[in-house]
């Protein structure tokens, strides 16, 4: 049996998951998105945040973090070092895009410079800004915020070198630009989203079924190694290790343990949990879904464990309907936390920003470490158009457990429209059977 589920790693047979695009075509689909971003979003969030000029450089082996949303496809790397200029030239003018760098990114960036010596580069780089002579010169560099502090200390040092001292004066921070280009997600891109959220959750209730598990046998590193092989066949990387753990009778969940479940042989009556997150276009998911092992006998998940998921579900719609614009992550918190508690579920939030990341920029809903505020991230407002991977578990006794508990761990990709939470390819509201 074991030389079967071999087979089955190494050769994926199943085909009931969405299309995918062949490689050409995916940098085609990136493309478009980004020229429309760049073109509608950008302009808006630079007015936004009050910068007429945002500056984005970097090297090769040591890129900025926002850096890889800014370029075209097939562009993998920073080449020697290149940046990018973004200038407001005010109305209907637009934003202008240069590139000061050896390399061209035609059709995206104008060419400032022609290549030649590196001292030569940034002098070019300071003549620009004394052209332009911009009022407010956005840099990437944070002290809270990983995505907004890309800009090293010697590529700082190398433009506050070439910056006249009356523009020195004007460098400011971009990190509340860099988190709002980071977060924002377009019309293109939610049109792609919900097939790429399809293709992880697919791929999921394959891995939670008989054509994977066979109760006695398989492990729960098996299921974790076929979740990710069958990534890998459809050409769709993964972000992190997915993760199998099982719950059963006998093996306590306590209230004040923070996570439950373990690894081991799956077993009849077993409880399964997994983690997992895919990049497609650019745009990551993270799901966690359930599944049950039917006892010898059983037609059904036990009515116990239906009703644990469904407090699932109700800490879901808790959450979500606590979404409001304006309001920060720790706001929204305190709020699902006092609901919760008034309809005794035992709930645990931590849901945080999907987007170019799987831990993406935006505010921070609970940590799991943390349930109370959250400085600086959870500070942050919900803005509309933001996704979100709405995570968390809650804790119920089971009846045919002897009222021990089960932990239900919930994970769903979403979009805030700016009234309302959209699972962008539904939720887990009924278990992944095995039979």
Same mark, same amino acid.
């Given at each position: 049996?074991?030389?079967?589920?071999?087979?089955?790693?190494?050769?994926?047979?199943?085909?009931?998951?969405?299309?995918?695009?062949?490689?050409?075509?995916?940098?085609?689909?990136?493309?478009?998105?980004?020229?429309?971003?760049?073109?509608?979003?950008?302009?808006?969030?630079?007015?936004?945040?009050?910068?007429?000029?945002?500056?984005?450089?970097?090297?090769?082996?040591?890129?900025?973090?926002?850096?890889?949303?800014?370029?075209?496809?097939?562009?993998?790397?920073?080449?020697?070092?290149?940046?990018?200029?973004?200038f407001d030239r005010g109305?209907?003018?637009?934003?202008?895009?240069?590139?000061?760098?050896?390399?061209?990114?035609?059709?995206?960036?104008?060419?400032?410079?022609?290549?030649?010596?590196?001292?030569?580069?940034?002098?070019?780089?300071?003549?620009?800004?004394?052209?332009?002579?911009?009022?407010?010169?956005?840099?990437?560099?944070?002290?809270?915020?990983?995505?907004?502090?890309?800009?090293?200390?010697?590529?700082?040092?190398?433009?506050?070198?070439?910056?006249?001292?009356?523009?020195?004066?004007?460098?400011?921070?971009?990190?509340?630009?860099?988190?709002?280009?980071?977060?924002?997600?377009?019309?293109?891109?939610?049109?792609?989203?919900?097939?790429?959220?399809?293709?992880?959750? =697919? /791929?999921?209730? %394959? #891995?939670?079924?008989?054509?994977?598990?066979? &109760? !006695?046998?398989?492990?729960?590193? *098996? @299921?974790?190694?076929?979740?990710?092989?069958?990534?890998?066949?459809?050409?769709?990387?993964?972000?992190?290790?997915?993760?199998?753990?099982?719950?059963?009778? =006998? /093996?306590?969940? %306590? #209230?004040?343990?923070?996570?439950?479940?373990? &690894? !081991?042989?799956?077993?009849?009556? *077993? @409880?399964?949990?997994?983690?997992?997150?895919?990049?497609?276009?650019?745009?990551?998911?993270?799901?966690?879904?359930?599944?049950?092992?039917?006892?010898?006998?059983?037609?059904?998940?036990? #009515?116990?464990?239906?009703?644990?998921?469904?407090? !699932?579900?109700?800490?879901?719609?808790?959450?979500t309907s606590n979404f409001?614009?304006?309001?920060?992550?720790?706001?929204?918190?305190?709020?699902?936390?006092?609901?919760?508690?008034?309809?005794?579920?035992?709930?645990?939030?931590?849901?945080?920003?999907?987007?170019?990341?799987?831990?993406?920029?935006?505010?921070?809903?609970?940590?799991?470490?943390?349930?109370?505020p959250t400085p600086v991230?959870?500070?942050?407002?919900?803005?509309?158009?933001?996704?979100?991977?709405?995570?968390?578990?809650?804790?119920?006794?089971?009846?045919?457990?002897?009222?021990?508990?089960?932990?239900?761990?919930?994970?769903?990709?979403?979009?805030?429209?700016?009234?309302?939470?959209?699972?962008?390819?539904?939720?887990?509201?009924?278990?992944?059977?095995?039979?």
């Open positions: 049996m074991r030389y079967v589920l071999v087979l089955l790693l190494a050769f994926p047979l199943f085909a009931d998951v969405p299309a995918i695009l062949p490689e050409r075509s995916r940098a085609d689909a990136v493309n478009r998105m980004l020229k429309d971003r760049l073109e509608n979003l950008l302009p808006a969030l630079m007015r936004e945040n009050g910068i007429d000029m945002w500056i984005v450089a970097n090297r090769e082996y040591a890129e900025d973090p926002v850096y890889l949303t800014l370029v075209p496809e097939p562009v993998f790397a920073a080449r020697r070092t290149t940046i990018l200029v973004f109305g209907e003018k637009g934003i202008e895009r240069l590139t000061v760098s050896r390399y061209p990114l035609r059709g995206y960036y104008d060419a400032a410079w022609e290549g030649g010596e590196i001292d030569e580069q940034w002098k070019r780089l300071g003549a620009i800004l004394r052209e332009r002579n911009p009022k407010k010169i956005g840099i990437n560099v944070s002290r809270h915020w990983a995505f907004a502090d890309g800009l090293t200390h010697g590529l700082h040092e190398r433009l506050m070198e070439v910056l006249d001292p009356a523009l020195r004066q004007r460098v400011v921070s971009a990190e509340n630009l860099v988190v709002r280009w980071m977060e924002t997600r377009t019309a293109l891109e939610l049109e792609a989203y919900p097939q790429i959220v399809a293709l992880a959750r =697919g /791929v999921l209730a %394959e #891995a939670f079924s008989s054509k994977v598990i066979t &109760p !006695g046998v398989t492990t729960t590193d *098996d @299921v974790a190694w076929f979740i990710r092989q069958r990534y890998a066949g459809l050409g769709l990387p993964i972000w992190f290790m997915p993760y199998v753990n099982i719950q059963r009778p =006998g /093996v306590k969940c %306590e #209230a004040a343990t923070d996570f439950c479940g373990d &690894p !081991g042989i799956i077993q009849r009556g *077993d @409880v399964l949990h997994t983690d997992v997150g895919i990049t497609y276009l650019r745009l990551n998911t993270d799901t966690q879904e359930m599944g049950y092992v039917l006892k010898i006998g059983e037609t059904e998940v036990p #009515a116990g464990l239906r009703k644990a998921l469904a407090a !699932g579900n109700r800490w879901q719609d808790i959450l409001v614009t304006g309001r920060t992550g720790n706001e929204i918190l305190a709020a699902t936390r006092a609901t919760s508690q008034k309809e005794a579920i035992a709930s645990t939030t931590y849901t945080h920003p999907l987007g170019f990341h799987g831990h993406a920029a935006g505010p921070t809903i609970g940590m799991w470490d943390n349930q109370g991230q959870g500070d942050w407002k919900l803005y509309p158009n933001t996704g979100y991977a709405i995570e968390g578990n809650v804790k119920v006794p089971v009846p045919e457990w002897n009222d021990q508990l089960v932990q239900i761990k919930l994970e769903q990709s979403a979009i805030f429209d700016g009234k309302k939470v959209h699972y962008l390819a539904g939720r887990q509201t009924e278990w992944h059977v095995v039979k």
